[in-house]
């Protein structure tokens, strides 16, 4: 699984511009830095149709009758909304003369080298690469969105670590050759293998996800603490207002006894006033206590499904990748001794077998490199005894 | 960190079938490339360059590294909400001035609230203008109308927080908020933290070269005010990050890695700001007879006057720092007082000082100036000279006395449009000779191609000083820099030169290490030349004003200690942070 994305730089915005208008039978004349654009009435885009005067790169505040061209211009956002979703399924073909031969991870970084290398292809496999759109949002971070690719074989289900990256490298060039059109598989076995990718996606995708759940979590628990505080203060409040009123009520009770008749009249009053007062809050003290006896349940669950993570997986475009499948023979040395080594090899999937230690039977792997063949084909912990 | 919960994730999959496209009848091939190449630029982030520094005068602001890598940074990986805690003197303004040109360029800038210490508030707003184009209101000027009533406003953060201007502040959404020398928000219960708190904005850069202050929960509270959240609540930032003696951080690289979310601190040390030597000479001279009865009699009338009417006190300060610079600039607020005074009592004294300017036949500073002009031109290659003065009237007395010794001078001043004022400082890189120039260039206007300056007479306020020396004396001087000081001896400039600036070494401080003790000073509600006219007025001998201006010296030499120890705490505590920005 690969980051897809790419950086959006000014030359990428004009000459995707450029291509996807002309794909559409716009015209367009270019002077410097300003762009006369066509759009005929006929061609079928949710572009505005007719002229439109674009500057690029612009450093000048444009007047009213020029858009700006450039990689947050309102008017490059909708060519790409508009060439986004137009023909999201196609198809490619992998050959061995559009891609290098893929060395092994087992060799990358081995004393062990590759003197030569020589892929007979046998049949033809096709693949899909999908590419998803990963969005996660909270509402304490700002939404983040991801792009992923990834490869799946259609007969075999079988994850192609290396074909999304080649995809990605080929679909990269103007000049790929990608087909509109034909694309074969059935609909229902399409969006089975966009299904059987979601789950590795996701758990490729799980430390960016993870860390995302721990900051919203956080902010979560700080919003909570926040509360927490808010309601202690308002307890002390509630517990000072009732030290007033039991003390007010206590005068009221001396004058009470010392005064005359329509005075007395006036102190019960107020007294009863004061009391009913003073249940109310003693009332409201009772229930905050409670509350955070209890650690506020409705509160917790409210601001932590507030903060919640909303995590969406929409495949955007699929593409059909016909590959070579075939034999690849490595010749190798290690200085000492010479190897020959045959191994099931697919244009723009690397080496489809794996390989074991002849000492360990270990299977040979990124962190455990090719080291000797001396005695035959030997890992980095038997061969450097 | 486990002290908390976990949210929940609800994780949705939108349907394959969604991924049907638009009904387009036999698409042309390139069309599904195009599908998927959009799609990946969608995705991808915008060319983020600042392109606003285009637009800048390279004369008016030269930018460095990492001053461009911290406002890259700031506005495009901390989504505008950043620290920027540079040591001191490596330009947070500047960075903070790049920021918001970008802002302004790309319009995202509608309202902007800069919030700084009162005393700074004029120089943010001279260098946003000199350097940036950007023009602010501040809360000093005279067509300040309140917060809401202009879009960019900068503004004392005790202004904004007063009871007038309060709920003017907090009642608007600012585009961005500024907040320099954040530090002073650190205590949770002020209200100048509950006023940021509560403020509500979309973008906020805030400045300090200590985000600790006292303990490591000040760094806790200033980032949490820009992050909520980032740190989780207060206890668990005190127990995972801090030990129990409350002196170190533990856990640094899970603070780091947070840290480098919202904080920004490069070191001098990993920068190229380089300044040459500075060289300081002070020249104090007797006055003549004439100049020291005359300055006896104006310290009298002015102590006289202050003791019967504070009200007053601006003019008699005026006054005050007037006598030293010369008798011209002098007798025009003499003059004005005279048309303007009822009382015969005090008519009659200044009369007598009339008559006593008259007595005076040669100004000593103007004699003793040609012999510095004379030596700097014989022994500095392309001697090229600045002579500044607080006074219009000094200015015109100096320029005349040195043109009629035969000197190519070139006059300066705040009366001169902002064309004039480039032709002005052109005609002087070119044709050499002497500059002499009022207080009005020493905001923007540079001149690093000179090297000697002259302070013919002193501002009370040691940031104008270090701002006339910091025309001359900046990034780009390739040669050391000459300072003369001229000083009248007994009289008050020989005080504020040899009891406190000389003290404190203001001669050799940058900018930064001053505004840090100056806002220190600030800080305990001192005024910097209130303090020193308080002083003057109030001595009942000459022991006693001695021995106040000394007490004054103690009180700044604290406050330079502290701010170094401050520095040096925070820079103990941040050493090892790898917090620049990364190459990968």
Not at chain 1, 257 to 284: D, G, H, I, P, W
Not at chain 1, 302 to 310: A, M, P, T, V
Not at chain 2, 460 to 466: S, T
Request: hydrophobic share 35%; proline share 3%; charged share 30%.
């Amino acid at each position: 699984m690969t980051d897809a994305a790419v950086p959006v730089t000014q030359s990428t915005v004009e000459s995707f511009t450029a291509r996807y208008l002309r794909s559409l039978g716009c015209q367009i004349d270019i002077r410097d830095n300003e762009w006369q654009v066509t759009i005929p009435e006929d061609v079928e885009t949710d572009l505005p149709k007719g002229q439109h005067n674009l500057l690029c790169d612009t450093v000048k505040d444009p007047d009213e009758t020029h858009d700006i061209l450039n990689p947050e211009s309102s008017f490059f956002q909708s060519v790409l909304d508009d060439a986004s979703d137009r023909v999201p399924l196609g198809s490619i073909k992998v050959s061995t003369t559009d891609t290098d031969i893929l060395v092994p991870d087992w060799l990358q970084e081995s004393p062990v080298s590759v003197s030569d290398i020589n892929f007979t292809p046998y049949y033809d496999r096709s693949a899909l690469v999908i590419l998803f759109q990963v969005s996660v949002e909270t509402v304490s971070e700002y939404q983040q969105e991801f792009l992923r690719s990834i490869g799946i074989d259609t007969r075999s289900n079988e994850i192609l670590p290396n074909l999304d990256e080649t995809f990605l490298t080929l679909t990269q060039s103007e000049a790929a050759t990608v087909t509109s059109d034909d694309f074969t598989v059935e609909p229902e076995q399409a969006e089975r293998l966009v299904d059987v990718s979601r789950e590795p996606l996701l758990s490729d995708m799980q430390p960016q996800i993870d860390e995302i759940h721990q900051e919203a979590s956080r902010a979560a628990d700080a919003e909570l603490e926040e509360y927490r505080q808010l309601q202690r203060q308002r307890e002390e409040e509630f517990e000072t207002k009732i030290t007033r009123l039991r003390s007010k009520i206590g005068e009221l009770n001396e004058s009470i006894e010392n005064r005359n008749q329509t005075e007395r009249v006036e102190a019960l009053k107020e007294r009863r006033e004061c009391k009913s007062k003073l249940e109310e809050v003693e009332t409201e003290l009772k229930a905050l206590r409670h509350h955070r006896e209890q650690g506020y349940p409705d509160q917790q669950h409210e601001i932590r499904e507030r903060h919640g993570l909303e995590v969406v997986v929409t495949p955007v475009t699929v593409t059909e990748v016909e590959y070579e499948r075939g034999d690849a023979e490595f010749e190798l040395t290690d200085g000492n001794s010479t190897a020959s080594l045959t191994l099931g090899y697919g244009s723009g999937v690397g080496v489809t077998e794996e390989v074991d230690c002849d000492t360990c039977n270990q299977p040979l792997s990124r962190e455990n490199q090719l080291r000797s063949l001396t005695n035959g084909i030997q890992c980095g912990s038997c061969g450097s005894q | 960190m486990g002290d908390y919960d976990l949210v929940d994730i609800e994780v949705t999959h939108e349907d394959a079938d969604e991924v049907g496209g638009r009904l387009v009848v036999d698409p042309p091939d390139e069309q599904h490339l195009h599908s998927i190449q959009a799609v990946r630029l969608q995705a991808g982030q915008p060319d983020s360059e600042l392109r606003s520094l285009k637009q800048l005068d390279e004369n008016s602001v030269k930018m460095l590294e990492h001053q461009v890598d911290a406002a890259y940074r700031a506005l495009f990986e901390m989504d505008g909400k950043a620290l920027l805690a540079d040591e001191v003197g490596l330009g947070k303004t500047i960075e903070v001035g790049m920021i918001l040109k970008e802002m302004h360029f790309r319009e995202t800038n509608d309202s902007v609230l800069i919030l700084t210490p009162a005393q700074l508030a004029k120089q943010w707003q001279a260098e946003l203008r000199e350097k940036f184009g950007l023009e602010f209101v501040c809360n000093y000027d005279n067509n300040f109308n309140g917060f809401d009533s202009h879009d960019y406003i900068i503004a004392s953060i005790d202004t904004a927080k007063s009871n007038r201007y309060r709920q003017a502040v907090l009642r608007r959404d600012w585009d961005v908020l500024v907040l320099d020398e954040a530090h002073y928000v650190k205590n949770e219960e002020t209200d100048r933290y509950e006023l940021i708190d509560q403020l509500t904005y979309n973008y906020a850069f805030f400045l300090t070269a200590t985000p600790i202050q006292n303990e490591l929960t000040d760094l806790y509270n200033v980032v949490s005010l820009l992050r909520p959240g980032l740190f989780g609540t207060r206890d668990v930032f005190h127990q995972y990050f801090i030990n129990s003696d409350q002196e170190t951080l533990v856990n640094r690289n899970e603070l780091q890695d947070r840290l480098n979310k919202v904080m920004i601190r490069n070191r001098r040390e990993d920068t190229d700001v380089d300044f040459t030597e500075r060289r300081v000479d002070t020249r104090k001279f007797d006055p003549s007879p004439a100049e020291r009865e005359l300055y006896q009699a104006v310290s009298d009338y002015v102590k006289g006057a202050y003791s019967q009417d504070q009200g007053q006190k601006l003019v008699l300060m005026l006054l005050q720092k007037e006598v030293v610079s010369s008798p011209e600039a002098f007798e025009t607020t003499i003059r004005k007082r005279l048309d303007d005074q009822s009382e015969l009592a005090q008519t009659e004294e200044l009369e007598s000082i009339i008559d006593l300017i008259e007595n005076i036949d040669t100004v000593t500073k103007q004699e003793r100036l040609l012999d510095i002009v004379e030596e700097a031109r014989e022994n500095v290659e392309k001697g090229r000279v600045v002579v500044f003065t607080q006074f219009r009237a000094t200015q015109r007395r100096v320029a005349e006395r040195l043109a009629s010794e035969g000197y190519t001078v070139h006059s300066f001043h705040g009366g001169h449009s902002s064309q004039e004022k480039e032709e002005i400082i052109e005609s002087f890189e070119e044709q050499g000779g002497i500059l002499v120039s009022t207080d009005a260039m020493s905001e923007g206007r540079n001149a690093q191609f000179c090297n000697i300056l002259v302070n013919w007479d002193l501002p009370w306020n040691p940031m104008r000083v270090e701002q006339r020396i910091g025309r001359i004396h900046r990034i780009g001087q390739k040669r050391q820099v000459y300072v003369f000081n001229m000083a009248l001896k007994d009289t008050v400039e020989e005080y504020v030169l040899e009891r406190l600036y000389h003290k404190i070494d203001l001669f050799q401080q940058s900018v930064g290490e001053l505004s840090e003790i100056l806002t220190r000073l600030e800080e305990s509600g001192k005024s910097f030349e209130d303090e020193i006219f308080e002083r003057l007025v109030n001595a009942n001998s000459e022991v006693d004003l001695e021995n106040d201006f000394d007490a004054m010296a103690v009180d700044l030499q604290e406050q330079r200690d502290l701010a170094e120890k401050l520095e040096e705490f925070n820079s103990g505590v941040f050493e090892g942070f790898d917090l620049g920005a990364s190459d990968d």
